[in-house]
């Protein structure tokens, strides 16, 4: 049954003019059409979904989430309601068609993952790191892990190349979508390069990307020198990003998840100078990455962070980066970074009919990128502002 979205204006791409008081046709799960009123016909069956007024872009991805949180534990027994309004409440309601979690119990969010892919439940395409690699020692002890509100799961412990490589491999063979490493941890000595270049190799012969959380530059540096795919932070921690890792940025052509909002949130005990210079680091960082052409996947560190995306859009264009580029962050880049720029990321015919529908004009005011109508994944409504669950 086909879905016609009738009267929005429709940005098919973050470089494209937007298509005033156009249409878009969905049949079959995928984009059939899409072009202005006066070109596209509405079909004679099918629903009719009035978006006069609204704006309507590609599905977003949010590509630094966490499936860590204790509301996940167990989740071949969670409700299927509960499930559904929880996924709800974290993505489906911010217009997220596609999320990629970079550290959890990989056989749980596999779970979540396989009860969506199911149609049991309504949610994101979700793509997983499964456990994160850790330095030994890193690990966060039982009383902070409560208080993250985490679940407390095994995590593998690597020091060297060899032992990377072994738990890189062990993950792949589990079939993860990617590889995650952090870098270092106040409670332990960082990982030697070798050990990411170990990683990354194991996971580039899978053709799977590999994140890096840093906790400063030198980590930044590091990761980018062993082959990491993605920088999953900013630091604002340990100063401005010096010309030696923009550099190494540029040539290796690494990309960067900002998550602005949660150095922000963990600054919010402290004196307000101290906020304040935290969100100034911050965002030059960020602004110095885009002037050197570095590609920025949208991310929050979702599961640590309140789900509202509002603050992080706000905070990504007092970093400079305007409508279009923040839109780009969320479709075409992610899209583009992890292989599927032939089937999401933009709408056109033939493409996965992931679409977000916003109530309001975002180019005009960035906070109604969080303010969603519609979500649809593969052409069916996931979430609709109307209805409860
Ligand atoms: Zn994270």
């Given amino acids: 049954m086909p879905v016609a979205l009738v009267g929005g204006t429709i940005y098919v791409s973050p470089t494209e003019e937007p298509i005033e008081d156009g249409i878009v046709v969905v049949d079959g799960g995928k984009i059939a059409a899409v072009g202005s009123r006066t070109v596209v016909e509405i079909p004679s069956s099918g629903q009719l979904l009035n978006c006069s007024g609204f704006t309507i872009t590609a599905g977003f991805w949010n590509n630094h989430v966490h499936f860590f949180e204790r509301k996940w534990a167990n989740a071949a027994e969670i409700p299927a309601l509960e499930l559904r309004r929880q996924l709800?409440?974290?993505?489906?309601?911010?217009?997220?068609?596609?999320?990629?979690?970079?550290?959890?119990?990989?056989?749980?969010?596999?779970?979540?993952?396989?009860?969506?892919?199911?149609?049991?439940?309504?949610?994101?395409?979700?793509?997983?790191?499964?456990e994160g690699l850790i330095p030994p020692g890193a690990v966060p002890s039982e009383t902070v892990l409560h208080m993250m509100g985490a679940m407390n799961v095994p995590v593998p412990e690597v020091k060297n190349a060899k032992e990377a490589a072994i738990a890189a491999r062990k993950l792949l063979d589990q079939?993860?979508?990617?590889?995650?490493?952090?870098a270092s941890s106040p409670r332990s000595a960082a990982l030697p390069q070798s050990a990411i270049e170990a990683a990354a190799k194991e996971a580039h012969r899978a053709g799977k990307p590999v994140f890096v959380h840093p906790n400063n530059g030198i980590d930044v540096l590091t990761a980018v020198r062993g082959g990491a795919d993605v920088i999953a932070h900013t630091t604002p921690q340990s100063g401005d990003w010096d010309e030696t890792i923009l550099s190494e940025v540029k040539a290796h052509r690494v990309a960067l998840t900002p998550t602005l909002t949660i150095w922000k949130y963990y600054a919010r005990h402290d004196r307000a100078s101290i906020q304040d210079q935290v969100v100034k680091t911050e965002t030059e960082q960020l602004r110095a990455w885009i002037s050197i052409g570095g590609a920025v996947l949208f991310g929050t560190d979702l599961g640590a962070v309140d789900p509202d995306p509002t603050e992080e859009y706000t905070l990504m264009t007092q970093a400079g980066m305007n409508f279009r580029e923040i839109?780009?962050?969320?479709?075409?880049?992610?899209?583009?970074?992890?292989?599927?720029?032939?089937?999401?990321g933009r709408i056109a015919p033939g493409f996965q009919a992931d679409l977000v529908v916003l109530r309001g004009d975002p180019s005009r005011n960035i906070e109604t990128l969080a303010v969603v109508e519609y979500t649809l994944r593969d052409g069916r409504i996931i979430y609709h502002r109307g209805l409860r669950v």
């Fill in 88 to 130: 709800r409440d974290m993505l489906t309601r911010y217009g997220f068609t596609t999320a990629f979690d970079l550290a959890s119990e990989w056989k749980n969010t596999r779970n979540i993952r396989d009860r969506i892919e199911s149609e049991e439940v309504p949610g994101p395409r979700i793509r997983s790191t499964g």
């Fill in 327 to 344: 839109l780009a962050s969320l479709t075409t880049e992610p899209a583009e970074r992890f292989g599927e720029s032939h089937r999401l």
């Fill in 175 to 182: 079939g993860v979508d990617g590889i995650k490493l952090f």
